[in-house]
């Protein structure tokens, strides 16, 4: 579709839902129709929830349409991705055709295919902390909350994913007296709560808290996530995106150090491991069994990443049961061995281990530990002190405290500084640094783990790789990271991010695959022109790890999910974001002729606070102008700039002669 095409159909839709809100729209006038073999969506003055903002719609138009600051993604995206790939949608005028059905009703509410009205509640007040109350109608879906307004013009909406409820609590009771103080508080796992007053006459706060306890927390009912319900459909699949052994070829691998063996293809090896795994080719299957006996869960050292030219090696696995007697095993330390043996380029070996080094000593009590240095032999242990999951999750509890509802603008930057949770960004970033560093200067190989080698393994191996590898800088190879290193060596995204669970103090709760997406974020920041994808990708991965909408990040281990049937049965969340590509590119990528590792700078200096994230509920936060309007422009300068480049580059091949000066492997980042 062209740009003035496009720009025309935005336009027909938005003069239509402004007429529908006034009431002043016909059948004789407009109708909506449904492309052949798509599910119809309404358009009378809102979007139809789904997933990221798309083109049709960019998410500070629909802020400013409806008036709201707290337009959730979720609403924005799915008015733009009914326009094509989802629930698509066409106005087009009615002379000389068949007449069509009318245009839903202002009560109905856009519903995605599979998506059901469970609750409706008229009367409703919602309180928000910057607008202030605003009258309307609440719904409740086996997916959202939607709220729209009857007081304003246009109207007020609200859609929100009722994954991202954390805790719902009653406000106010039988006796309670004054405007707004009986009803509903939800508190959301993307930081803000939402709060609903209701008219206690009207007894419509009960039905509105059941089917809130039952869709909000379906695994806590015994009933399936909504994913499971979600009929969209997606020309691209999502889940074809990784492959495990393209990946390990494209890497080089299995060569004459390294084989890839199919030893946990019933997960009886290490239920949280995937089922393909590459190991030293000197390994035995006997070997590798002895060796998951004395780590922990079973979860051996695996390769991660081999860098192409020196052979050094990025491993990771959990921590050896030493205990507090010292335990040793000859087949534990044989295995390093091999790892060591494979990397021609050097003699020793590091061990990054993720916790502080008294942590990495209690866990001795547990029977847990570390490596010893006079054990392993050529081995050198550093730790990197990044703290424990209850540490992050307090960390993130503050931080929220400052940035919702309001800002202390006297003591904004000490309120930051007493959450520690920059501090914390900065360590993840700075371990990260020193693995890519010791791979890619030193030409090491290093083996990473925690304590079971889940959670800060996998926030390490992550950013090093993306150091490493512009290919994981890549969407496509950022998807596939996140499938290697998170999804297929069992991150327990159920249990930290609590999908569907109604358990909201569980200490097993934690922002961990949050602070690596943050960590990313702060490398975008200093590399600009190194990331093909933009911050609009990143926000919508975190929006979707809480939304249930899609499959990719339910369960914590691949076991889990095959049992489940994820990829048969629900869709991935790369099937949208490869459907909706124009939507998640950075204009200022640049592809490089040459592999490049980027080291960031691990100063305070240089880390921010995500405020595009943390702090988007806030109208005071949000950009003048719009950010995917600006990227759209950039985009469409870039390919001119392109086609130019290219032709110089033709010129300059027919006039060169010389020999072509070979860059630098390692670019610094941007100084701002």
């Given at each position: 579709?062209?740009?003035?095409?496009?720009?025309?159909?935005?336009?027909?839709?938005?003069?239509?839902?402004?007429?529908?809100?006034?009431?002043?729209?016909?059948?004789?006038?407009?109708?909506?129709?449904?492309?052949?073999?798509?599910?119809?969506?309404?358009?009378?003055?809102?979007?139809?929830?789904?997933?990221?903002?798309?083109?049709?719609?960019?998410?500070?138009?629909?802020?400013?349409?409806?008036?709201?600051?707290?337009?959730?993604?979720?609403?924005?995206?799915?008015?733009?991705?009914?326009?094509?790939?989802?629930?698509?949608?066409?106005?087009?005028?009615?002379?000389?055709?068949?007449?069509?059905?009318?245009?839903?009703?202002?009560?109905?509410?856009?519903?995605?295919?599979?998506?059901?009205?469970?609750?409706?509640?008229?009367?409703?007040?919602?309180?928000?902390?910057?607008?202030?109350?605003?009258?309307?109608?609440?719904?409740?879906?086996?997916?959202?909350?939607?709220?729209?307004?009857?007081?304003?013009?246009?109207?007020?909406?609200?859609?929100?994913?009722?994954?991202?409820?954390?805790?719902?609590?009653?406000?106010?009771?039988?006796?309670?007296?004054?405007?707004?103080?009986?009803?509903?508080?939800?508190?959301?796992?993307?930081?803000?709560?939402?709060?609903?007053?209701?008219?206690?006459?009207?007894?419509?706060?009960?039905?509105?808290?059941?089917?809130?306890?039952?869709?909000?927390?379906?695994?806590?009912?015994?009933?399936?996530?909504?994913?499971?319900?979600?009929?969209?459909?997606?020309?691209?699949?999502?889940?074809?995106?990784?492959?495990?052994?393209?990946?390990?070829?494209?890497?080089?691998?299995?060569?004459?150090?390294?084989?890839?063996?199919?030893?946990?293809?019933?997960?009886?090896?290490?239920?949280?491991?995937?089922?393909?795994?590459?190991?030293?080719?000197?390994?035995?299957?006997?070997?590798?069994?002895?060796?998951?006996?004395?780590?922990?869960?079973?979860?051996?050292?695996?390769?991660?990443?081999?860098?192409?030219?020196?052979?050094?090696?990025?491993?990771?696995?959990?921590?050896?049961?030493?205990?507090?007697?010292?335990?040793?095993?000859?087949?534990?330390?044989?295995?390093?061995?091999?790892?060591?043996?494979?990397?021609?380029?050097?003699?020793?070996?590091?061990?990054?281990?993720?916790?502080?080094?008294?942590?990495?000593?209690?866990?001795?009590?547990?029977?847990?530990?570390?490596?010893?240095?006079?054990?392993?032999?050529?081995?050198?242990?550093?730790?990197?002190?990044?703290?424990?999951?209850?540490?992050?999750?307090?960390?993130?509890?503050?931080?929220?405290?400052?940035?919702?509802?309001?800002?202390?603008?006297?003591?904004?930057?000490?309120?930051?500084?007493?959450?520690?949770?920059?501090?914390?960004?900065?360590?993840?970033?700075?371990?990260?640094?020193?693995?890519?560093?010791?791979?890619?200067?030193?030409?090491?190989?290093?083996?990473?783990?925690?304590?079971?080698?889940?959670?800060?393994?996998?926030?390490?191996?992550?950013?090093?790789?993306?150091?490493?590898?512009?290919?994981?800088?890549?969407?496509?190879?950022?998807?596939?990271?996140?499938?290697?290193?998170?999804?297929?060596?069992?991150?327990?995204?159920?249990?930290?991010?609590?999908?569907?669970?109604?358990?909201?103090?569980?200490?097993?709760?934690?922002?961990?695959?949050?602070?690596?997406?943050?960590?990313?974020?702060?490398?975008?920041?200093?590399?600009?022109?190194?990331?093909?994808?933009?911050?609009?990708?990143?926000?919508?991965?975190?929006?979707?790890?809480?939304?249930?909408?899609?499959?990719?990040?339910?369960?914590?281990?691949?076991?889990?999910?095959?049992?489940?049937?994820?990829?048969?049965?629900?869709?991935?969340?790369?099937?949208?974001?490869?459907?909706?590509?124009?939507?998640?590119?950075?204009?200022?990528?640049?592809?490089?002729?040459?592999?490049?590792?980027?080291?960031?700078?691990?100063?305070?200096?240089?880390?921010?606070?995500?405020?595009?994230?943390?702090?988007?509920?806030?109208?005071?936060?949000?950009?003048?102008?719009?950010?995917?309007?600006?990227?759209?422009?950039?985009?469409?300068?870039?390919?001119?700039l392109q086609r130019r480049v290219e032709e110089l580059q033709r010129e300059l091949a027919a006039k060169n002669t010389g020999g072509i000066q070979t860059p630098p492997r390692v670019s610094s980042p941007v100084q701002t």
């Amino acid at each position: 579709m062209s740009a003035a095409s496009e720009d025309r159909r935005n336009q027909e839709i938005i003069d239509y839902e402004e007429k529908t809100s006034r009431g002043g729209a016909s059948p004789d006038e407009l109708s909506i129709h449904t492309e052949t073999g798509k599910t119809s969506t309404s358009v009378d003055s809102g979007p139809s929830p789904s997933g990221t903002p798309r083109s049709t719609y960019s998410e500070h138009d629909l802020a400013q349409r409806s008036d709201s600051p707290e337009m959730s993604l979720d609403l924005q995206s799915s008015i733009s991705a009914s326009s094509e790939n989802i629930a698509s949608t066409e106005i087009k005028s009615t002379q000389g055709e068949e007449p069509e059905p009318p245009p839903r009703k202002m009560d109905d509410i856009p519903l995605l295919a599979g998506e059901q009205l469970q609750a409706r509640a008229r009367d409703v007040t919602y309180l928000c902390p910057y607008t202030g109350p605003s009258r309307g109608t609440l719904s409740v879906t086996n997916y959202k909350l939607f709220f729209r307004s009857i007081d304003r013009e246009p109207p007020f909406i609200l859609a929100v994913p009722l994954g991202v409820v954390t805790r719902i609590e009653k406000v106010g009771g039988a006796t309670s007296r004054g405007e707004n103080s009986y009803g509903i508080e939800l508190f959301c796992k993307d930081m803000r709560n939402l709060r609903f007053a209701h008219k206690q006459e009207n007894h419509s706060r009960r039905i509105v808290c059941e089917k809130l306890q039952i869709f909000a927390f379906p695994a806590s009912h015994k009933l399936l996530y909504f994913a499971f319900h979600n009929e969209e459909v997606y020309s691209e699949n999502g889940w074809t995106t990784y492959d495990p052994i393209a990946e390990y070829k494209r890497q080089g691998l299995p060569n004459e150090c390294w084989r890839i063996t199919r030893i946990n293809e019933s997960y009886e090896l290490a239920d949280t491991y995937p089922a393909i795994l590459c190991v030293p080719s000197g390994a035995s299957d006997d070997d590798i069994q002895q060796v998951a006996h004395f780590r922990s869960r079973g979860r051996i050292p695996v390769i991660s990443w081999i860098h192409p030219e020196s052979h050094a090696t990025i491993t990771r696995c959990a921590q050896p049961l030493v205990g507090v007697g010292g335990k040793r095993s000859k087949d534990d330390e044989k295995y390093v061995q091999m790892i060591l043996d494979s990397n021609p380029q050097s003699h020793k070996l590091c061990i990054m281990d993720a916790r502080p080094n008294v942590n990495a000593v209690a866990n001795k009590a547990k029977g847990g530990g570390y490596e010893s240095e006079d054990d392993y032999q050529n081995a050198e242990v550093i730790f990197l002190d990044i703290h424990n999951i209850h540490v992050m999750r307090e960390s993130l509890r503050k931080l929220k405290e400052i940035c919702f509802p309001s800002i202390d603008d006297s003591h904004w930057l000490s309120n930051i500084e007493s959450t520690h949770w920059l501090e914390h960004i900065k360590c993840i970033i700075a371990g990260a640094k020193k693995i890519a560093d010791k791979v890619e200067s030193h030409k090491m190989s290093v083996i990473v783990h925690c304590s079971d080698g889940w959670d800060r393994t996998a926030q390490l191996t992550g950013l090093s790789l993306i150091m490493l590898d512009p290919y994981y800088r890549t969407i496509k190879g950022f998807e596939v990271l996140v499938e290697k290193e998170w999804l297929s060596f069992g991150h327990k995204f159920a249990q930290r991010v609590g999908h569907g669970d109604d358990k909201h103090s569980d200490p097993d709760r934690s922002p961990v695959f949050l602070q690596f997406i943050d960590c990313v974020w702060q490398l975008t920041r200093q590399f600009p022109n190194a990331f093909e994808f933009n911050e609009n990708f990143l926000i919508t991965i975190l929006d979707h790890l809480y939304s249930c909408l899609f499959g990719t990040f339910l369960y914590n281990t691949e076991q889990q999910r095959v049992k489940e049937c994820v990829k048969t049965k629900t869709k991935s969340l790369w099937s949208f974001i490869n459907n909706n590509l124009d939507d998640f590119v950075n204009p200022p990528y640049t592809t490089y002729l040459h592999q490049h590792v980027i080291i960031p700078v691990c100063s305070m200096r240089q880390i921010e606070l995500w405020t595009a994230y943390y702090v988007r509920w806030n109208p005071r936060m949000a950009p003048q102008e719009p950010v995917d309007l600006q990227n759209r422009a950039l985009m469409h300068f870039k390919r001119q700039l392109q086609r130019r480049v290219e032709e110089l580059q033709r010129e300059l091949a027919a006039k060169n002669t010389g020999g072509i000066q070979t860059p630098p492997r390692v670019s610094s980042p941007v100084q701002t």
